[in-house]
């Protein structure tokens, strides 16, 4: 039986402890060092987490010898747009932030978060929800029914981008 719970603030340093190894496998390199960045990432999780709003949630399992750290998270928010036909409260959703302690996989725990993760964005109403897949994630969105997009998917870098291009 896996138990599987909403995280809280107090989460949020574990939570970007996961967002790295994350990385890493996602990238096919090194984890990346704390810095800057996880200082960042772990005030806007606690910040993020504690919001009335509620446009991010994250599900989370604790490691069964350890319940004070992580084995498995899925992070998810919702992008709020404007009513469609297809999405009469114009939310959407995206995923980002799957991952498991390496000395926890192949347990299911990705996979327990993800469901309550979805589950939580139907309940939101949210009609689309979407993610980017490494290629050994693929299969296993797939088999929750992830498909690829309809559209195009297309993205520009702002954050490399110097004021002179434009």
Same mark, same amino acid.
């Given at each position: 039986?896996?138990?599987?719970?909403?995280?809280?603030?107090?989460?949020?340093?574990? =939570?970007?402890? =996961?967002?790295?190894?994350?990385?890493?496998? @996602?990238? +096919?390199? $090194?984890?990346?060092?704390?810095?800057?960045?996880?200082?960042? @990432?772990?005030?806007?999780?606690? @910040?993020? =987490?504690?919001?009335?709003?509620?446009?991010?949630?994250?599900?989370?399992?604790?490691?069964?010898?350890?319940?004070?750290?992580?084995?498995? *998270?899925?992070?998810?928010?919702?992008? !709020?747009?404007?009513?469609?036909?297809?999405?009469?409260?114009? $939310?959407?959703?995206?995923?980002?932030?799957?991952? !498991?302690?390496?000395?926890?996989?192949?347990?299911?725990?990705?996979?327990? *978060?993800?469901?309550?993760?979805?589950?939580?964005?139907?309940?939101?109403?949210?009609?689309?929800?979407?993610? %980017?897949?490494?290629?050994?994630? $693929?299969?296993?969105?797939? @088999?929750?029914?992830?498909?690829?997009?309809? %559209? !195009?998917?297309?993205?520009? +870098?702002?954050?490399?981008?110097?004021?002179? +291009?434009?």
């Amino acid at each position: 039986m896996i138990t599987v719970r909403r995280a809280n603030p107090s989460d949020a340093a574990e =939570l970007v402890r =996961l967002r790295a190894v994350m990385i890493r496998d @996602a990238f +096919d390199g $090194e984890e990346p060092p704390p810095g800057e960045w996880s200082e960042l @990432a772990e005030r806007q999780f606690r @910040a993020r =987490l504690a919001d009335s709003a509620g446009l991010l949630a994250a599900f989370v399992v604790d490691r069964p010898d350890d319940p004070e750290r992580l084995a498995a *998270c899925a992070v998810g928010s919702v992008d !709020t747009r404007i009513a469609s036909p297809n999405s009469l409260t114009g $939310e959407s959703g995206y995923i980002f932030n799957v991952a !498991t302690d390496p000395a926890y996989r192949r347990r299911g725990f990705s996979r327990a *978060c993800m469901e309550d993760l979805i589950e939580w964005f139907a309940k939101r109403g949210v009609a689309r929800v979407s993610l %980017h897949a490494s290629p050994s994630g $693929e299969p296993g969105y797939r @088999a929750l029914g992830f498909t690829p997009p309809r %559209h !195009t998917a297309l993205q520009l +870098d702002l954050w490399n981008r110097s004021p002179q +291009d434009g």
